[in-house]
C-alpha cells in the first residue's frame, strides 16, 4: 500500500522554527494533494494546511494561518510545512496524508497516510 514519509520533527524552543518534509513519491498519480494534520495528546486530529499540486493552491486552519507556509516540489515528489513562531500548544505529531488523481483538490478525505513525526516545542 502507498504510504507517506514524514521527517524535520524534534525539540524546539518557543518562538523557533521547523521545517517538516512529506515524501510523496510512491502516490502513483500526477497530479495530487498533500494535507499537513496533527494530534496533540488528548485531542482530535486537525487538519491544518493543504497543497493541490495542480495549482500549487493552499489552505490553512485559523490555528497556524500566518506562522505555518505548506510548498511543493514536484520535481522532487516532495511537500513541505516551514513551521515559524512555535508555540507550547503547537507541540503534536504531524501528519502528512495525500490523495492523488482528477478529484486531487484538497476537498475530499486522504488515502495515503505516514506515520508522524513528533514535534515537541518547550516554553
Known amino acids: 500500500e502507498v504510504q507517506l514519509v514524514e521527517a524535520g520533527g524534534g525539540l524546539v524552543q518557543a518562538g523557533g522554527s521547523l521545517k517538516l518534509s512529506c515524501d510523496c513519491s510512491?502516490?502513483?498519480?500526477?497530479?495530487?494533494?498533500i494535507a499537513w494534520f496533527r494530534q496533540a495528546p488528548g485531542k482530535e486530529r486537525e487538519r491544518i494546511s493543504c497543497?493541490?499540486?495542480?495549482?500549487?493552491?493552499?489552505d490553512y486552519s485559523d490555528s497556524v494561518k500566518g506562522r505555518f507556509t505548506t510548498s511543493i516540489d514536484k520535481a522532487k515528489r516532495v511537500v513541505y510545512l516551514q513551521m515559524r513562531s512555535l508555540k507550547p500548544e503547537d507541540t503534536a505529531v504531524y501528519y502528512c496524508?495525500?490523495?492523488?488523481?482528477?478529484?486531487?483538490?484538497?476537498?475530499?478525505?486522504?488515502?495515503?497516510w505516514g506515520k508522524g513525526t513528533l514535534v515537541n516545542v518547550s516554553s
Open positions: 510512491e502516490i502513483p498519480y500526477q497530479n495530487y494533494a
Open positions: 497543497i493541490a499540486s495542480i495549482d500549487e493552491s493552499t
Open positions: 496524508a495525500g490523495e492523488g488523481g482528477m478529484g486531487a483538490w484538497c476537498l475530499y478525505e486522504m488515502d495515503y
